[in-house]
């Protein structure tokens, strides 16, 4: 008899996520849907559903009205607004400022359509006509192909928000019918100063002792899986904001290396991995034996925390004493996380901060980032090929 397809149950900083993100400019239900693994029409009910509530998730202007005829002066100013505002965005993220200006022209080339070439050359400080000449020169076959090449190169390091270097980018390429190799992308990557994002030094933290509610190292550092649900790991980093502490917890399946849960919240309390966890087994067909490894932390010894693992038919299986190699995935995943995202990012909200971590973990790592353990494909690719 056929096993009967498991609904499932979104939390609500999900979908309110969700939906932030298909109101931003240039998203729609249907690209966010997309993206998500959901249908459009989830993303509409649950628009519709947090306007009934009468909440005010979405923050808008309203009722603003001026009924006096704007002065001439007042409307050129908004043009002048209105063209700041589009080359700041066109420039946002752009590193070509003191490049030679056919590198200035290509990228124009390339956001053609999206921004209109008159605020783009101003924003590079170069002509109209030095463009357009710029389109009709003739060049060789050769520098034609390795033009195509530095410009698909650059879209594809914006598009992953340089997270990829040349190794990465290489095989992006190659998926995209690129015939390009390692040596020339890292070239083409120096001549345009295109630098991945890069890491910090770790410090382990000094000896603790943990004796109530331990539970052994049943993992072993076993990190292998070879089905879904059956090994999972979770730990907890920090992030300082302002200078304040606030803290990330996640919970990973071994066998596709997808964050298959996580919580974000200013307290570091036993409620925050409930929250996690909660939201795994919301989303995971699990059977009873599921192993959850965690370290010592005093969270993960908590009474609720214990009984929600037993609850479930799961084992609860802790790192040795002050050993973070025990948990080298999940320390693993918190490292590239930091620099592909946190380090690299100035931050003017705790709302920004979340929505960027829904980005990375649901959207980009989970289903488009390549994963060098999985042969270089995403987490959900690699389990699409096991269902």
């Not at 971590?357 to 090929?385: D, K, M």
Request: charge should be positive.
């Amino acid at each position: 008899m056929a096993n009967k397809k498991k609904v499932h149950a979104y939390t609500e900083e999900f979908r309110k996520e969700a939906v932030r993100r298909a109101d931003q400019k240039g998203n729609s239900n249907q690209s966010v849907a997309a993206e998500l693994g959901i249908s459009a029409q989830q993303i509409y009910n649950w628009r519709r559903q947090f306007k009934r509530c009468g909440g005010n998730q979405f923050s808008t202007i309203q009722g603003v009205k001026f009924h006096q005829e704007d002065s001439d002066e007042v409307q050129a100013l908004k043009r002048q607004v209105a063209d700041l505002k589009e080359e700041n965005t066109f420039l946002k993220g752009s590193r070509v400022l003191c490049e030679r200006p056919r590198v200035k022209y290509a990228l124009i080339k390339v956001y053609v359509g999206q921004f209109r070439i008159t605020v783009m050359c101003r924003a590079l400080k170069v002509s109209r006509s030095g463009y357009y000449k710029y389109l009709t020169r003739d060049i060789s076959a050769h520098q034609q192909r390795r033009k195509q090449l530095r410009e698909k190169t650059m879209v594809l390091f914006e598009k992953f928000q340089k997270r990829y270097g040349a190794p990465r980018l290489t095989r992006a390429l190659k998926a995209e019918n690129v015939p390009c190799c390692v040596n020339t992308i890292a070239k083409i990557m120096q001549q345009l100063q295109l630098r991945a994002r890069n890491g910090r030094a770790f410090r382990y933290s000094q000896y603790s002792h943990s004796n109530v509610r331990v539970s052994q190292n049943v993992l072993r550092r076993q990190f292998v899986a070879t089905t879904p649900n059956t090994k999972w790991v979770t730990d907890i980093t920090y992030i300082r904001f302002k200078g304040q502490w606030h803290y990330l917890a996640t919970v990973m399946d071994l066998y596709s290396r997808a964050i298959v849960g996580w919580a974000f919240d200013g307290h570091m309390t036993e409620e925050l991995i409930i929250r996690a966890l909660n939201m795994a087994i919301s989303q995971r067909d699990i059977e009873p034996g599921l192993i959850i490894h965690s370290d010592r932390g005093v969270q993960y010894r908590s009474v609720r925390y214990q009984d929600l693992i037993m609850s479930i038919g799961a084992v609860s299986s802790m790192s040795r004493r002050s050993n973070c190699w025990d948990n080298a995935v999940m320390e693993s995943f918190f490292s590239r996380m930091k620099v592909e995202l946190i380090y690299g990012e100035k931050f003017n909200s705790l709302q920004e901060i979340k929505s960027c971590i829904f980005e990375y973990i649901e959207i980009f790592y989970n289903r488009v980032r390549q994963h060098s353990t999985l042969g270089y494909v995403s987490p959900y690719e690699y389990e699409s090929a096991y269902a």
